[in-house]
């Protein structure tokens, strides 16, 4: 799967240029951009609300005024100084009229008490929070397969994932609507310990999220590396109509890389970064091309002022550090053509982007959704994505001048705390685009404006949606019949590939069920089709195969 550039590189650059100069990377002119905008574009600007700007005001002045014992929160006040998040409030771009949803693996009752205390800590509004369940109720008790996880991926431990998710987007778009999107493994069968940590029902979400036009950004904290999947390759594709859907939709995914440096967790693990892979490995879901994979730094500012010091390094401590390689299961996508001579692959490279991580990427992922929020408000309320084909082929190369801060020190090895002796060689950040780093991180007060500005003007959303519409297309029609035209007496052999491996598949004609099947290891499925045994009259018939991620449809006609 690649994504189809949107014009020759050169053009592009040259546009945005002379688009993005001046008035559009001025946080302070931020309402200017939008109305610059609106001269050849009927479209409405953003929806600012002066009570806000009176109440973030005051929650900034606190930030300032308390700073040094605000300093070694995160997220906190750094992120918001870090990033110059604060001039986008005064200007009243903060989250108004957006929705931000969090992919989760279970629920937590006392998520509003827990961010009601953080909110008092700097005076910030409490947040309009739901929770959704795309797979239906919770079980009554948190299934067997996540229990064995520990406090790596039991119900119990996603209470913590949830609250950091939350509060993360919260912090960034405080006005911004969340919804928690609670999703359990196993609903369907008892599933491999990979997808106990990674549940397909998470992708099944995205779907769900897209098919209602739920949230304009999805944040997801998951770094389950390709290798753990039982079934491979198929396992990890079946997983694909989740991220196509929200981009048919225009709504961008975030996926964090992980947290174990240049391997990846084991999904049999029971401890954060406990018992990782042997060699390089990268999150599955954040290689997917149609998601934005974020990394992981460290605000470079002062405990006692919030000030810049510098650029931010890579978030690298001890055993933890952020998942930065290539995948090797998605081919480089067309967007990352222009970078090939850097990254030196054929494979997709991960991250695009980083944010602080310094409780992990499970922080850096919400905090850029966050962000997101911020573009979608400013964008009047349009969704903007998927972003990575703006971001390879305006934003990064235009670097600050459109909010790109360029991150040039750090590594993400795997060293021996003992002996400080590298024991998986990983990557290093340097001045540019890096495999170690993507593009940088962010200056959020230029970014956000040149974000909504580049996709204005070249209308890259609808192409890059048109693009993920036709492929989510083509696997919707992926059943093959032997014969389309049965003779009386006759028989046709049904296949059609793409389903997540031992899952159920049920098979319809003209909307009647007809048998449950299951998919094979390698995602497919093979039904002897006799239509005088089902008592099919002659003519045109439509044939369903549906499962959890995935129905597929096509016609026959029967004489």
């Known amino acids: 799967m690649v994504l189809q550039r949107l014009a020759r590189r050169g053009l592009l650059l040259l546009a945005a240029a ?11 002119q931020a309402a200017q951009a939008t109305q610059a905008t609106q001269a050849t574009q009927a479209n409405a600007g953003p929806s600012v609300n002066p009570d806000h700007i009176k109440v973030l005001s005051a929650v900034l002045q606190n930030m300032h005024d308390n700073y040094a014992n605000f300093a070694h929160f995160t997220p906190g006040p750094q992120d918001i100084f870090d990033y110059n998040i604060g001039n986008l409030w005064r200007n009243g771009i903060d989250g108004t009229g957006t929705t931000v949803a969090v992919i989760e693996g279970w629920d937590d009752p006392g998520i509003a008490a827990f961010i009601h205390t953080r909110d008092l800590r700097y005076g910030l509004p409490d947040p309009d929070i739901e929770t959704i369940f795309p797979s239906g109720p919770l079980p009554a008790q948190c299934p067997p397969g996540m229990v064995v996880l520990g406090s790596y991926g039991s119900c119990d431990a996603w209470v913590g994932e ?142 006692t002022d919030g000030s810049k010091l510098g650029p931010d390094p890579l978030w690298h401590r001890g055993i933890f550090g952020e998942g930065a390689g290539f995948s090797s299961v998605y081919p480089r996508p067309a967007y990352q053509n222009g970078v090939a001579h850097i990254t030196g692959s054929p494979w997709r490279s991960v991250p ?12 850096s992922a919400p905090m850029t959704a966050g962000v997101l929020a911020l573009a979608t ?38 060293i021996d705390p003992n002996t400080g002796n590298v024991l998986v060689q990983g990557f290093t950040a340097g001045p540019g685009f890096d495999v170690a780093s993507g593009w940088g991180t962010i200056d959020a007060s230029k970014f956000v404006p040149a ?71 390698d995602g497919t499925i093979s039904y002897p089709l006799y239509p005088a045994a089902l008592g099919l009259a002659p003519g045109q018939h439509a044939l369903t195969l549906q499962s959890m991620l995935i129905t597929t449809e096509a016609n026959f006609h029967t004489r």
């Open 18 to 28: 002379g688009l993005l100069t001046g008035a559009l990377v001025t946080s302070a």
């Open 162 to 303: 949830l609250r950091l998710d939350v509060f993360t987007v919260h912090l960034i778009a405080p006005y911004a609507k969340i919804v928690i999107s609670a999703t359990p493994a196993d609903s369907e069968i008892t599933d491999d310990a990979a997808s106990n940590v990674a549940p397909p029902e998470m992708m099944h979400a995205l779907e769900y999220i897209a098919a209602n036009h739920i949230a304009n950004a999805i944040s997801i904290s998951d770094g389950t590396g390709e290798i753990t999947y039982s079934e491979g390759k198929p396992q990890i594709h079946a997983n694909d109509p989740g991220p196509l859907a929200a981009a048919a939709a225009g709504i961008p995914v975030l996926n964090a890389t992980g947290d174990c440096g240049v391997v990846q967790n084991l999904a049999v693990a029971n401890a954060q970064c406990g018992d990782t892979s042997a060699g390089p490995d990268t999150a599955t879901w954040d290689d997917n091309p149609w998601v934005t994979a974020v990394g992981g730094t460290v605000p470079n500012v002062s405990t």
């Open 377 to 414: 408000q400013l964008n009047g309320g349009r969704n903007l994505g998927p972003i990575n084909p703006v971001l390879y082929d305006v934003l990064g190369p235009l670097g600050q001048r459109a909010g790109i801060s360029d991150v040039v020190s750090g590594n993400n090895s795997v």
């Open 352 to 363: 695009d982007i980083t944010m602080d991580s310094q409780s992990g990427t499970s922080e």
């Open 451 to 521: 974000l909504v500005a580049a996709t204005q003007r070249f209308g890259q959303e609808q192409e890059v949606r048109d693009q993920a519409s036709h492929e989510l297309s083509q696997l919707e029609h992926s059943v093959r019949l032997s014969s389309g035209n049965i003779p009386p007496g006759g028989t046709a052999t049904v296949t059609s590939t793409g389903f997540l491996p031992g899952h159920p598949v049920k098979l319809a004609i003209d909307g009647t069920a007809i048998a449950t099947l299951t998919a094979a290891s």
